[in-house]
Each structure stands twice: as C-alpha cells, then as structure tokens.
C-alpha cells in the first residue's frame, strides 16, 4: 500500500511539514497561511500544498481569483502577493460553491498530482495543509510524501486534544517526528473592559503536549479583527506575536 | 454505485434526519447532541448514528464508558441517562486515543452495519452526525440511507459558509431536502461588561440561508460555559434557548 511520490526535476525542496490536526475546525489552515506569511516575511521561499481536496481554503485565505495554469504536462502554482507559492483544488473549480463531491482514489490521486506534477521551484518549505482525521489522505500524504516534520494544532478543549491524540498516535505509527504543537484560540480579551476569556478551556488536565511530552511552539488568542482581515482578502497583512516568536525562536 | 442499506426488522424509524456541514468544527456533534436532548425532554425516542467514525466524539458527549454489546449477530446501541440510543466508532475502542486510520472502503462498511445491524427499536427520530466534507462518507449516507431531512450547522464566517454552501449543493445534487439551518457561534456576550461580540461575523454579505433560500433554524451563542458542561459529561443538563425555540416550532 505504502508508496512513494517523487518530486519532479523542477521542485527542489528543503523541508516539507506537515500541518495537521485530527480534528476540524480548529484554525489550521489559517495558521499554515500565518506561519507561511511570517516565513517569507523573514526572506524564506515557502510553498503550501492544500491537501484538503474537499474542503479546500488556502486560495481562499490568500484571496485569489487566479486559475491553475498548466505548461508542458506540469502545473505551475499560483502566487501570493508575498510569493508564496500554493496549489488548491479550489483553484480548479469554476464556481467558488462547486461541491467535490468525490470518492477517495480521485483524492488521493490528485494529491500526487499536486505534489510530483506541480514545479515548485526551489523552496525552503513546503507546508501540506491536512484535512481533518485520521483516514486515507493524512495516512497517504505521511507515507508517500517526503514529509520531515509535522506541525500539529489543537484548541484548549479536552475534547478536541482527545481526538487530536489520535493525530499524535498516527504520526508514531508511520514513525514520522512532531516538531509540536500549536494551541489556537487559547483566549479571548474583551476589548471593551480587557477581561480575558479561557473560551474552550475545559479542565485542568494536563494538555497533549504535556501528556505527549512535546514542544509547545505558540499559544494564539481569538481574536475576533483576524476572521474579519482574512475574510476581506487581507492575511498577508496579520501580524501575530505567537507566530513571530516561534518562527524568531525556530533553527531554521 | 447507488446502492440502498435496509434497516433490521427491529428497527422502525419514523424520521431520519443527517447533521451536516461541509466545514470541521462548526459545532455540528455538539448541535446533533443538543437536539436529540431536547427532543427526549419533549417525551421523542432519539437515536444518534456518528458516521464521523475517524473523529467520533458522539460517546465523548455523552460521557459513556460503555462497550458496545452484540446479540444474536445484531448491535445493541448505548443508551444515555435521558434514553437517547447512539453508536459510535469510539465504543469500539480499547484506549480512547487509538487512531482509526482506515482506508475508506472500511469506513463506508462500518457505518452500513452501523445502520442495518443495530438494533434501533421504535425512534421518533435517528440523527446522523456526519463527518465534514462533501466525502465519501456523506455522499454514501445521503444515497443509501433513507435520510429524510438534511440540517446544515454553519457559523457566521464567510469562509465558513463558502464551504457549508458545497453541502448545500451536494444535497441538491441527490435530491434531498433541506430543513434548515442552525448557525453556531453567533455571538459571544462578555460576562463581565456585557457587551456583545460577533466573534466570526465578518462582512455584510448575505448570509448562506438568504443567498440559498432556507431557513435558519436557530442561532446560538459561543457560551464559555458549555465546552466545560460538556467535557465534564453534563451535556443533557444543557438547555439553549435557541435550540429549545427551533423544537417547540418544529411540526413533529
């Protein structure tokens, strides 16, 4: 079952992470769009590959109207205003609300095909944007993709740990290593009289990155201007101190 | 490809109704719960089906640590406090943090014989809690379950309702009709200035049950107080207002 994609002759690529979380809804997408951002703020060549077939929204987050062009049986992928370099199969659809209503080998396939047909050029980083779950395509791209880290994010809520827990065990069986964990929407402050909201803080259990024993790489807040700018088109322009110092604090 | 499941003789169910979205963490288990807790307060027999069989958290809501039971080559579903009867991939499980990484054919099989080989009884309404995506799994269960109705759980982000309008077209795709729509998320109320919040409300554009016609079902809150009631397995001592409105109108 296990088989391994190859990058084309035209994709040099240095590091390709992983960033997952088993379960939806929890702001991954949006930080692999922030992390990117942050990374070619700092003069790093950064590509993301939204393997989210079915619910894709990295062309979303970066706003583009831009379609796929193809160029000698390869794909180029369409740029970001900061020249991040990203493919999506929202960007093969002619209406925006198109359903993929597809069964999983078309998936799977069209994944390869964004990884080996796509001409990535040369990259410091290649983020692959997981959809939830722990089933066919975050099992594919960990064993057939030349996958070095794996980023996982998760909400305070011991709910969601539990189910991102099985994240955590799928990256152990196919022996793939977690750089850590980033926590999303760990608070929220009123911005009328400053009272900071534990919002999906449920119990003092210890966290999965203390019952994993892995890094906890940023703690980010909700906060309610950032669905408002990267719904207008504006992602590029957020700045947020937990992603800049984790990427300030990461060994490039 | 179109193939109907048939219930078990001693399933007799008068009303089944999908919980879908096409979008992760929209709040859809937690919704699908609500409902079938204030339908059994009002004196209906509820069962929960959790198709979302790599992300199961239906049993985590109601907090059972109960193990399915077989009988006679039949499944018996767990029972919760109230008497609302569910099944779920996680009362499969020895530890609660295994992975299901299963390829989708066994996916699709499991949640057949969750539908065909449990022992239903008489319910007033089953509810099927969906995975996200318009999938596999979605797509079998609205083409080979004899769903009746389909509820849409979105929240008020553009982002958000882009991908819940796939959905939408999916169910149009296979004919089957939409009740409604619950949004979640709404708003968020400080509790110590009171002011109100719209923590995901992101521009003036119509929302998804305008542009598409439907209607909207309910509107509900992120109340702080619920993700710890929940996680600490309160969930049938929860009353919404929105929720309990949505069911006194609802023609039963």
């Known amino acids: 079952m296990k088989k391994s994609f190859q990058l084309n002759a035209k994709s040099q690529i240095k590091q390709t992470i992983a960033i997952m979380s088993s379960k939806g809804g929890v702001g991954k997408s949006t930080v692999t769009a922030l992390l990117a951002v942050e990374l070619s703020r700092n003069g790093k060549k950064v590509g993301i590959l939204d393997a989210d077939i079915i619910g894709p929204t990295i062309s979303r987050l970066f706003a583009t109207q831009a379609k796929v062009v193809g160029q000698d049986g390869f794909i180029l992928p369409v740029s970001s205003a900061l020249g991040i370099r990203f493919i999506s199969s929202q960007l093969l659809l002619d209406q925006s609300d198109d359903p993929i209503v597809w069964r999983s080998p078309l998936v799977l396939d069209l994944i390869r095909q964004f990884y080996v047909d796509v001409i990535w050029g040369d990259l410091d980083y290649l983020f692959i944007d997981l959809p ?97 700018l990267i719904d207008s088109g504006k992602i590029e322009t957020i700045e947020m101190d937990g992603i800049r110092q984790f990427i300030q604090s990461w060994r490039f």
Chains 1, 2 share one sequence.
């Open 132 to 228: 939830p779950g722990t089933g066919d395509v975050p099992m594919t791209v960990l064993e057939s993709l030349n996958v070095n880290n794996i980023i996982m994010v998760t909400t305070p809520q011991d709910l969601v740990q539990d189910i991102v827990a099985k994240g955590i065990q799928m990256a152990k069986m196919v022996n793939k290593p977690i750089l850590g964990i980033i926590e999303n929407y760990s608070y929220f402050i009123c911005d009328q009289c400053q009272k900071q909201h534990a919002l999906f803080h449920t119990s003092d259990r210890p966290s999965i990155w203390q019952k994993y024993q892995l890094p906890l790489l940023a703690q980010l807040p909700l906060d309610s201007a950032l669905p408002k």
